[in-house]
């Protein structure tokens, strides 16, 4: 529930801010450093091309040659893998959406960078990935980066159209989720996590999380 209403305040913000874009641009800034840290990549390889224009939330705008973009896709996804991230894959099939928006996925392991360049999703190169994190809910918190081209798109800067043919996001928290294995197919990590409602096991398989200790009223009220 938590995460469908943040997804309902993030499109409401963006149809507001849509109308209102201008010079809503920086060129050739990166993303903020709080962001980085927040997605835990904070080192993450700037993009290759001489412009690119920043939209102060999650996407950075570019023009490049179509071998240049996988590249650079490449040398991302071997920053990621030097990073050790207890996850790290790409998106699988669609888990559930609302009338067409609001859509989440499952977690899909990779075997290398290829199998990141999905053909389902606009050809982008999309990377999931998590440090075994888990929100107060108990379900895991996933980070996302998604390298896209597409037609040339016009973006407003300094009063001008600049045209734009690729484009970088990252996302902390995306909504992504494990699929779950058969009852009898769990395999119970050992380390246990403490949560405000109890306490939980995790399945190293699937991620799903079960109550090994619930805390009373009191316990609760403490946190």
């Known amino acids: 529930m938590r995460k ?9 913000c ?3 801010l849509s109308s ?6 920086k060129k050739n800034e990166w993303f903020a450093e709080d962001k980085l840290e927040q997605c835990e990549i904070s080192n993450l390889p700037t993009v290759t091309c001489s412009d ?6 999650d996407w950075i705008y570019f023009n490049v040659a179509g071998p240049e973009l996988e590249e650079y896709a490449n040398v991302v996804f071997e920053y990621l893998e030097s990073q050790n991230f207890e996850y790290l894959g790409t998106r699988g099939h669609q888990k559930a959406s609302l009338a067409g928006a609001f859509a989440s996925y499952y977690f899909k392991e990779i075997e290398s960078f290829e199998d990141c360049h999905t053909q389902s ?5 999309i990377f999931i990935y998590s440090n075994g ?4 809910n108990g379900q ?4 996302e980066i998604i390298i896209a081209d597409f037609d040339n798109q016009a973006i407003r800067y300094d009063g001008k159209d600049i045209y734009c043919n690729a484009k970088i996001q990252i996302k902390y928290d995306a909504y992504y989720y494990f699929e779950e294995c058969e009852d009898d197919n769990h395999v119970w990590e050992e380390k246990e996590y403490d949560l405000a409602s109890g306490i939980y096991k995790r399945c190293s398989i699937c991620g799903k999380m079960e109550p090994v200790e619930e805390k009373n009223d009191q316990e609760i009220n403490k946190i």
């Open 4 to 12: 469908i209403i943040s997804m309902l305040l993030l499109i409401i």
């Open 14 to 16: 963006v149809i507001a």
């Open 20 to 25: 209102c874009d201008g010079a809503k641009y």
């Open 52 to 57: 690119y224009y920043y939209n102060n939330k």
């Open 121 to 125: 999703y606009g050809k982008d190169y």
């Open 133 to 136: 994190q888990v929100d107060e």
């Open 140 to 143: 895991m918190t996933f980070n």
